[in-house]
C-alpha cells in the first residue's frame, strides 16, 4: 500500500517537472509570442496561501511485538476530520509547496475497540501541475505522526507518507478536492514494538487567501 503510495507519487511529481523545460519549447513552435503570457497568467490561481477543511476515511493494520514473536493487528476503518493549511509556489503550469495537516478519527481502532487510533498530523511537500484552467494533479511526499491510546498511556508512531490527489477551482477562492495518503510508521512504548501501515482517503473543501 505505501509502496504502491510512494510510486504513484513520484511519477505524478516527475510528470509535473517537465514543465519548466517544456516552457523553453512552446515558444519556439509557437510563432505569436504573447500565448504562453495568457496561458501563464490563468493557472496562477492555485498560487498563494490556503486553509482547507477535510473529512474521509482511515484504514490500517500492522504487527506488535510485546515479548517474543510479532502479532497481526487489524484495524477497523474510522471516521476521520481535520483541517489543513499551506502555501503553494507556482511557475507557468508547475505548482509545488508545503502543507500541514491534522485529522482526528473516531472508530479507527483494533478490535473490540483496542488501541484507538485518535490523531493524524502530516507535514507534506507537493509537486503538481495544472490541466486546463481549473484543476491541478500533484504528489506528495513527508512525514507523519500517529497517535493511539495503549494500556500503558497515549502512544506515538511515526515515519514517511506519499500521496496523491487533484484539486479543482469552483472560483478563484473556493476549491474542492481528494487526497490519498499512505503512512508507513513505528515506534516503541512500554516494551513493545509498532510497525503499522495506515492510510486515509479524505475529500477537501478549501479557501485560497
Not at 503570457?37 to 496561501?49: R, S
Not at 514473536?69 to 508545503?98: F, H, I, K, S
Request: charged fraction near 15%; proline fraction near 5%.
Amino acid at each position: 500500500m505505501f509502496t504502491r503510495a510512494i510510486t504513484m507519487s513520484v511519477l505524478l511529481s516527475l510528470f509535473a517537472l517537465p514543465v519548466l523545460a517544456g516552457g523553453v519549447v512552446e515558444p519556439i513552435a509557437e510563432a505569436p509570442a504573447p500565448k504562453p503570457a495568457v496561458t501563464a497568467a490563468i493557472p496562477g490561481a492555485f498560487g498563494g496561501w490556503y486553509g482547507a477543511l477535510d473529512m474521509g476515511r482511515a484504514s490500517g493494520s500492522g504487527t506488535e511485538n510485546p515479548g517474543p514473536g510479532w502479532l497481526d493487528v487489524e484495524l477497523e476503518d474510522g471516521t476521520c476530520t481535520g483541517g489543513t493549511l499551506g502555501r503553494n509556489q507556482q511557475r507557468g503550469r508547475l505548482v509545488y509547496g508545503a502543507e500541514l495537516r491534522h485529522l482526528q478519527c473516531t472508530d479507527f481502532s483494533g478490535l473490540l475497540g483496542q488501541k484507538p487510533f485518535n490523531g493524524i498530523t502530516d507535514l507534506r511537500l507537493r509537486v503538481g501541475t495544472t490541466l486546463g484552467t481549473r484543476t491541478m494533479v500533484y504528489g506528495a511526499l513527508g512525514y507523519s505522526w500517529v497517535n493511539f491510546d495503549a494500556p500503558f498511556g497515549k502512544q506515538t508512531i511515526a515515519g514517511p507518507n506519499a500521496g496523491v490527489g487533484i484539486e479543482v477551482n469552483a472560483t478563484d477562492k473556493v476549491f474542492a478536492g481528494i487526497d490519498y495518503t499512505a503512512r508507513s510508521l513505528t515506534g516503541e512504548g512500554g516494551e513493545t514494538q509498532f510497525d503499522f501501515n495506515v492510510s486515509t482517503t479524505t475529500l477537501r473543501l478549501g479557501l485560497r487567501f
